[in-house]
T-cell receptor
């Protein structure tokens, strides 16, 4: 049990579908993050939330839409994705943004067909 | 942003061997973490180490913040140590290196 849980673990979706990734943390943290890991590339930060407010959007296309309804939950809504969006999507949390240890969920492996 | 470089990119070890992985970073950081990514993709926390040395079983890490590098030592490697090892530095967010892929052969 890592304290950060992501669902689903695997997702296959068509380019016209709409789906959502869910992340939940049970660590009492105030900051949550979405990262993307594509094959043969370093992890890329997508979004950062602190106390439910988005503090960073790293030039992510609008077909990815984050939502943070409370400090324990983070969603990534997906629509009209492209095959190149296929990747491992990782959620993380930390007590605060900055100099506190971050913990990651198991990831969602997304395939866009 | 801060640049993070890891070396070597790939490492093949015989079971029982020792190894050192290196992480260089381009600017001052608040903190540094080492992770092991297992075959299923999950990032497992190994060390949270702004400076000094920490040990956890067969693994240890040393960060010399003034010289902007960190080292991860694996001793008496086992096949279960295989995977990708990431270094990530913290300014206000985690910035990752490209990783070192470790393969331990029986």
């Amino acid at each position: 049990e890592t304290g950060v849980t992501q669902t689903p673990r695997h997702l296959v979706m068509g380019m016209t579908n709409k789906k959502s990734l869910k992340c939940e943390q049970h660590l009492g943290h105030n900051a949550m993050y979405w990262y993307k890991q594509s094959a043969k590339k370093p992890l890329e930060l997508m979004f950062v939330y602190s106390l439910e407010e988005r503090v960073e959007n790293n030039s992510v296309p609008s077909r990815f839409s984050p939502e943070c309804p409370n400090s324990s939950h983070l969603f990534l809504h997906l629509h009209t994705l492209q095959p190149e969006d296929s990747a491992l999507y990782l959620c993380a949390s930390s007590l605060l943004i900055g100099d506190t240890e971050a913990f990651f969920g198991q990831g969602t492996r997304l395939t866009v067909v | 942003g801060i640049q993070v470089e890891q070396s070597p990119p790939d490492l093949i070890l015989q079971e029982g061997a020792n190894s050192t992985l290196r992480c260089n970073f381009s600017d001052s950081v608040n903190n540094l973490q080492w992770f092991h990514q297992n075959p299923w993709g999950q990032l497992i926390n190994l060390f949270y180490i702004p400076s000094g040395t920490k040990q956890n079983g067969r693994l240890s890490a040393t960060t010399v913040a003034t010289e902007r590098y960190s080292l991860l030592y694996i001793s008496s490697s086992q096949t279960t140590d295989s995977g990708v090892y990431f270094c990530a530095v913290v300014d206000y967010k985690l910035s990752f290196g490209a990783g070192t892929t470790v393969t331990v052969r029986a």
